[in-house]
């Protein structure tokens, strides 16, 4: 079984890398997996994502251990120990890292098992962040040697249908594809998981009666006293001299209703539920919404931690 973990942050698109690679071993005549797993839901929050790929049905379930090939998108992650980069590498596992810096250097800096591979595929700076799902999944899709291109491209095309920058994600992919050529094949596949713990058998569980499993709420609304603004990093403002009125657009795109139509018809931002997502600033058609960093508030400025 080959198994393949992605790592990077919000917003590099390694979900939709992971279903593209997930995709192509499918057309290839493979059983999959594919999942993502994040953190705090924002962008820049770690995010990693795995794929699991095998002739035969796969019966793992749960987190990626003993990958056979680690891909990270963003090389600050490595030493972010949340992040988990480096989390279950072996001897035999690859890592390839989105980086200018040699492979010899990593692996002298690492100092830990497995093979590294280094990639620049940020030439041209920030260029590259809107298209690195598709990069890091060509790259893994060429290092397995499994994949051919056309079903990598079909795979792609599928899971970008309907984005208009998918020629160019297919161009950046085919860049990074190109550039691991020589190392076509070098990831293979993993053993079968040995079980732990034995068979735990089957347990009857008895139904409890609804007067106890049935959920009981007694208090309505309790989720505005989560205070979800508080996870947020950059906050959007509102521009009044440019806002045209159109509040439909940012309070219907907003996935936390934090945006709501006062009486005048006129956007108001509910500051204690917004994420930072900054969905609202992508979709305002008249660029009214400013990004602004978030200051730390008073509570949190003032707290203490042993």
């Known amino acids: 079984m080959y198994r393949i973990r992605f790592h990077g942050r919000g917003g590099h698109g390694i979900k939709t890398g992971a279903r593209i690679l997930g995709s192509a071993f499918?057309?290839?005549?493979?059983?999959?997996q594919d999942a993502p797993r994040y953190g705090a839901e924002r962008r820049a929050a770690p995010i990693d994502a795995s794929v699991r790929a095998a002739r035969a049905p796969i019966r793992e379930?749960?987190?990626?251990?003993a990958p056979d090939l680690v891909v990270v998108a963003?090389?600050?992650?490595?030493?972010?120990?949340?992040?988990?980069?480096?989390a279950d590498l072996s001897e035999r596992s690859w890592l390839l890292l989105r980086s200018t810096t040699s492979a010899a250097e990593w692996q002298a800096r690492l100092a830990r098992p497995g093979r590294v591979l280094a990639l620049a595929m940020?030439?041209?700076?920030?260029?590259e962040l809107p298209f690195l799902g598709s990069l890091c999944a060509a790259a893994a899709a060429r290092l397995v040697g499994v994949i051919g291109w056309p079903a990598f491209e079909t795979a792609l095309r599928a899971?970008?249908?309907?984005?208009?920058?998918?020629?160019?994600?297919?161009?950046?992919?085919?860049?990074?594809?190109?550039?691991?050529?020589?190392?076509?094949?070098?990831v293979g596949e993993g053993p079968d998981a040995a079980a732990t713990g034995g068979d735990p058998?089957?347990?009857?569980?008895?139904?409890?009666?609804?007067?106890?499993?049935?959920?009981?709420?007694?208090?309505?609304?309790?989720?505005?006293?989560?205070?979800?603004?508080?996870?947020?990093?950059?906050?959007?403002?509102?521009e009044e001299p440019r806002c045209h009125g159109c509040a439909w657009i940012c309070s219907t795109f907003c996935p936390d209703g934090a945006i709501a139509i006062d009486s005048a018809g006129r956007p108001q931002i509910d500051y204690d539920h917004c994420k930072g997502c900054l969905v609202c600033v992508a979709v305002c058609p008249h660029h009214a919404i400013r990004v602004e960093r978030e200051a730390p508030s008073e509570p949190l400025a003032q707290e203490t931690r042993p």
């Open 26 to 32: 499918f057309a290839e005549g493979f059983e999959v």
């Open 61 to 65: 379930r749960g987190a990626l251990r």
């Open 159 to 186: 899971e970008l249908a309907g984005i208009d920058a998918t020629e160019e994600n297919l161009h950046r992919a085919r860049a990074a594809w190109d550039a691991l050529a020589s190392h076509a094949g070098c």
């Open 122 to 127: 940020a030439v041209d700076g920030h260029a």
């Open 201 to 238: 058998g089957w347990i009857d569980v008895p139904l409890d009666p609804a007067d106890i499993a049935a959920p009981d709420v007694r208090a309505p609304l309790t989720s505005l006293q989560v205070r979800t603004g508080l996870w947020r990093t950059h906050r959007p403002v509102i």
């Open 74 to 86: 963003d090389e600050s992650l490595v030493p972010v120990a949340a992040a988990g980069v480096l």
